[in-house]
């Protein structure tokens, strides 16, 4: 970013920060708007028993300020007004990490709500608002959970956020493409807005396109409403990429391993994670793993098992060289769809998912709710044509099969699945065998649309699907929105919240559908 673009994007940020409804309480001590380095807002994350992850990135308009490291200054407390601080400290903003700020609290009361800001020499930021995890023997009585996917820039506004604000979850998972690496599309017509930014491909591409994101008053009001848990899907470096290979069809192809390690680095400057999840002696060295999958711990209510199905994944069955998206084969025609060596999660994954699946079974009241947060579909899409979409989990068929197996085998308490990426609300029935409706019910999915992403198919063409796939009750293609599921120890219930026109900054909301599950009965049943 220019010195001129970052003066632009400062004084459009204020404008936006200014215009934007916020909960009261994160207006409390406003930032000043002549000087803000924290335009991009504040957030949290990794809500533990005794602590959280807070995060800020630093956006600074003079060149030698953004060689320079700074040191921010941060403090916790009970009430908005910060007159009972709990604790406070200090944190170093490297330029190496694009002076992000990743704050890893310990110490605090489990199950009870913080407030917290950050500061830097005169500059207040918002005040954020989270929480810590129930204790490990506790079951409480309640978890609010939100999970959302897919917010395109271009394709809408982010109304999506500030109704979520309103719905006031305890927790937020974000299952993939937080940001899209294209640039406007010459053919602007039906777009919310547009922007200046190219294709990324450099680290700094990609730091300007999470500035971008995140200048959005409505997505920085979600993040610093409560705590959220993050995953990545393709977008957030390159469409329909798979582990080490890129659009050049070439695994560890130098140029798309570069353009890989410049997003992952990205992703984590701008996330609320943790330095565990960096795998890494320092930050010097190439950025050619990143620690993604990890499981969260809702006391004895939930478990939630956040999942990476990107940077493991074999190369899409049958997929033409260079070819810029995964598209669609025919079984008949591809023999490779049904290797048993193919996976969607990697050897590795697949084990550490089968052995928390079997913890979870052992003792059904230490795990109430045992939750796969992943990125797509996970039921089968049987479509009239005959045609395999081989990106989702349909294109992974022995993989499933051997995650099914885990499920039935260990048999956890309920089994949830949450997903994205299709941009559409699924529900459905999860069979012991998807091919064969007749076999048991052993788990819920509930697969959310996008916050803002179009779809590309039509009513007409999900509602065939649906009626050649018994166990999908729900589907629905032309609804922008993302899910909240309340969670008790006795039921499930998620409502699928929906906007009325993405293309309006102050959409109104309203649920499309409610689904409950019932303690020890799987399967979604409409409320």
């Known amino acids: 970013m220019t010195q001129e673009q970052r003066r632009i994007f400062l004084r459009h940020a204020a404008w936006a920060a200014a215009a934007v409804t916020l909960p009261r309480w994160a207006w409390s001590n406003p930032p000043s708007l002549q000087f803000n380095p924290f335009a991009l807002g504040v957030a949290s994350g990794e809500p533990a028993p005794d602590g959280v992850v807070l995060w800020t990135r630093l956006v600074l308009a003079d060149p030698a300020q953004m060689q320079a490291t700074h040191t921010v200054r941060w403090e916790v407390a009970h009430d908005v007004r910060f007159a009972q601080i709990v604790q406070k400290g200090e944190a170093t903003a490297l330029p190496t990490l694009g002076h992000s700020v990743h704050v890893e609290l310990q110490g605090l009361a489990p199950g009870r709500w913080y407030h917290y800001r950050f500061m ?21 009585d309640a978890l609010r959970l939100a999970f959302a996917s897919c917010q395109r820039w271009e394709h809408g506004h982010y109304a999506a956020w500030r109704h979520l604000v309103a719905d006031q979850p305890d927790l937020v998972l974000f ?13 602007t017509t039906d777009l919310a807005r547009t922007h200046s930014l190219r294709l990324a491909s450099t680290l700094a591409d990609f730091r ?24 990545w899907d393709d977008h957030e470096v390159q469409n329909d990429y798979a582990a080490s290979t890129g659009h050049a ?8 391993l570069a353009l890989r390690g410049a997003a992952w680095q990205a992703f984590y400057e701008n996330m609320p994670l943790r330095a565990a999840s960096l795998n890494r002696p320092s930050p010097d060295t190439r950025w050619d793993a990143l620690q993604v999958y ?24 049958c997929r033409s060289p260079q ?56 039921s089968p899409r049987h479509y009239p044509s005959g045609v395999t979409s081989t990106d989702s989990w349909d294109g992974y068929p022995t993989a499933r099969a051997r995650l099914l197996q885990a499920v039935g085998q260990h048999a956890p308490r309920n089994t ?75 039921r499930w219930t998620t409502a699928l919240r929906v906007l009325d026109d993405p293309l309006r900054v102050d959409s109104t909301a309203t649920t499309l559908a409610q689904f409950v599950v019932e303690d020890k009965r799987p399967g979604p049943v409409r409320a």
């Not at 499981?295 to 069955?317: K, M």
């Open 120 to 140: 830097l020499g005169d500059a207040i930021s918002t005040v954020g608002r989270t929480r810590t995890a129930p204790a490990p023997g506790d079951l409480p």
């Open 175 to 187: 299952l993939g493409d937080y940001i899209y690496e294209y640039a406007t599309p010459k053919n």
């Open 208 to 231: 300007d396109r999470y500035a971008l994101h995140k200048s959005d008053p409505a997505l920085q009001a979600a993040h610093a409403a409560c705590p959220w848990a993050v995953t």
């Open 249 to 256: 069809g070439r695994g560890d192809d130098a140029s798309f």
């Open 294 to 317: 990890r499981r969260l711990r809702w006391g004895r209510l939930a478990h939630i098992h956040l999942l990476d199905s990107r940077q493991y994944r074999s190369w899409q069955a």
């Open 323 to 378: 070819s810029a998206s995964a598209g669609a084969v025919r079984a008949a025609d591809c023999a490779d769809l049904a290797s048993p060596a193919r996976t969607l999660l990697g050897t590795a994954q697949e084990q550490w998912l089968h052995t928390g699946l079997a913890t979870d079974a052992r003792d059904q009241n230490t795990t109430r709710w045992s939750v796969l947060a992943q990125q797509t579909l996970f």
């Open 416 to 490: 949830v699945l949450l997903g994205g990426d299709i941009h559409q609300n699924y529900v459905c029935r999860v069979h012991a065998d998807p091919d064969r409706p007749d076999s048991p019910v052993i788990a819920s999915e509930f697969c959310g649309t996008s916050i803002s992403s179009r779809s590309g198919t039509t009513q007409d063409k999900v509602d065939a699907i649906v009626r050649h796939n018994p166990h999908v009750l729900l589907a629905r293609c032309d609804q922008r929105g993302y899910g909240l599921a309340d969670i008790t120890p006795a």
